[in-house]
C-alpha cells in the first residue's frame, strides 16, 4: 500500500485533521497522481455531513482533483509520467452495461465508484482528493489542456462538467434562452459556458447583489427572485432553466418560466424533497429533468471546450489548515466562486 498525507474528518461535526491514507499499489493499468489543487464542492459537505446517508469515517472528501502523473502502471497506454491531469466525481464503474458503453458511466446500471465515500472493486473504501496522491484506473482520467492553469482546471472536474452536460445535452446555442439559478460554484460556470456556446443567457438570483458580476460573467439579462415581478415578467420565457442551487425551491414557479416544450434541469442536490405540481407540467407540455455530472467522454471534451474559449472558473485558493473556514463560507454564500486547496500547504499547520 501507498501512504499519503491527508486532511480527513472524522464525524459529521468535523473538523478537519492532518492524518494518514493508504492508496492501493499500482495495478498494471493504474495511475499514481501527484494533487497538485483540490476544488471545495458543496457536495463534499453534505455527504461528509450525513446529509445524502450514512457513511464510514474517517472521510477524505474532494472529487475536483488537477495534478501531475508521477508514475504509471506497467499497461498504461493514454499517459506518461509529467502528464497534466484531472480526476472528478467517480473514479471506476463496471465498464460492460449499456450506459458506460455509451460513455455515459455515471450513469452505470451497477452503480459507478464516487471518488470518496465509496467502497470500490477492491472492496476498499474510496477517499478522496484532499490528499497528496491518488491511485485510479487511466480510463477514468482526464488530460488537462495547456490553456488551462491546475488550480483553475480543478473545480471544472464537477462544476464545469455539471453545467456543460445539461446545456450541451438540451442544445444551448443560438436562438435558445437559457436561465440559470443561482450564482455560485455551479451557476457562474453554467453562465459562462452557457454564453460561450451562443445563448442568450438570464440570471436568477434572490437578490440583485451579484448583477454586476454576473453581467461580468457572460450573462444577457439579471433578475431577482425575491422579487414576484420576477416570475411575472419572464412568465413563459425559456427554453432551458438550469438549477444550480442545493437547496429546496419553488419548482412551480420555475416551470411558469419555461416556453412550450422548455425544460427545467435540476444540478443541485438539495437534501429536501422538491415537490411538483403536475399541472405545471401538463399545460405547455413542459419538463422537469435531473442531471448529474458527465461522463469520461464528455468531461475531456468539456476541458478541450473550455481551454478553446478560454473559460476558467473564478477561484479563491486557500491553505489546506482553512478547509472547515472554507466549508462554513460556502454555507453562508460567502464565495466569489470557487474554494480552491493548494494541496503543498497540507503538511504545513
Known amino acids: 500500500m501507498i501512504t499519503v498525507n491527508a486532511r ?63 508514475q504509471v502502471g506497467s499497461e498504461v497506454t493514454k499517459f506518461v509520467v509529467g502528464d497534466r491531469v484531472g480526476v472528478g466525481c467517480m473514479v471506476d464503474s463496471c465498464g ?30 474510496t477517499q478522496g482528493g484532499y490528499s497528496t496522491h491518488i491511485v485510479v484506473t487511466e480510463e477514468f482520467v482526464v488530460r ?9 482546471a480543478a473545480p471544472l472536474l464537477c462544476a464545469g462538467i455539471t453545467t456543460y452536460s445539461p446545456l450541451r445535452h438540451w442544445g444551448a446555442g443560438p436562438g435558445k434562452k437559457i436561465a440559470v439559478v443561482g450564482l455560485g460554484g455551479l451557476g457562474h460556470m453554467a453562465v459562462k459556458i452557457a454564453h460561450a456556446m ?26 431577482a427572485t425575491s422579487n414576484p415581478e420576477t416570475f411575472k415578467q419572464s412568465a413563459g420565457s425559456f427554453d432551458l432553466i438550469v438549477n444550480t442551487v442545493s437547496a429546496k425551491v419553488d419548482i412551480n414557479a ?7 416544450d422548455g ?15 403536475a399541472m405545471s407540467l401538463i399545460g405547455h407540455r413542459r419538463s422537469f429533468a435531473g442531471s448529474m455530472i458527465g461522463g469520461i467522454r464528455e468531461t475531456q471534451e468539456m476541458l478541450d471546450f473550455c481551454a478553446e474559449h478560454r473559460i476558467s472558473p473564478e477561484i479563491e485558493v486557500i491553505h489546506a489548515n482553512r478547509i472547515d473556514e ?16 493548494d494541496i503543498s500547504t497540507m503538511e504545513n499547520e
Open 8 to 70: 480527513a474528518t472524522f464525524s459529521p461535526e468535523g473538523p478537519f485533521k492532518l492524518t494518514t491514507i493508504e492508496r492501493r499499489e499500482l495495478l498494471p493499468h493504474d495511475v499514481l497522481i501527484e494533487i497538485k489543487y483540490a476544488g471545495i464542492c458543496h457536495s463534499d459537505i453534505h455527504t461528509a455531513r450525513g446529509e445524502w446517508g450514512p457513511l464510514n469515517y474517517p472521510l477524505v472528501p474532494g472529487h475536483e482533483i488537477a495534478g501531475i502523473v508521477t
Open 96 to 125: 460492460e452495461c449499456a450506459n458506460c458503453h455509451k460513455g455515459e458511466e455515471q450513469y452505470c446500471l451497477n452503480g459507478m465508484t464516487g471518488t470518496y465515500g465509496a467502497i470500490d472493486r477492491y472492496g476498499q473504501y
Open 144 to 152: 488537462i489542456p495547456d490553456g488551462i492553469e491546475l488550480d483553475a
Open 198 to 223: 451562443g445563448a442568450e443567457v438570464t440570471v436568477l438570483s434572490q437578490s440583485m447583489k451579484k448583477k454586476e458580476d454576473g453581467l461580468q460573467l457572460g450573462a444577457d439579462h439579471y433578475y
Open 254 to 260: 420555475y416551470l411558469s418560466l419555461l416556453t412550450l
Open 263 to 277: 425544460t427545467l434541469v435540476n444540478v443541485g442536490a438539495p437534501a429536501e424533497p422538491l415537490p411538483v405540481n
Open 326 to 341: 472554507a466549508w462554513e463560507r460556502v454555507l453562508a454564500s460567502d464565495v466569489r466562486y470557487r474554494f480552491v486547496i
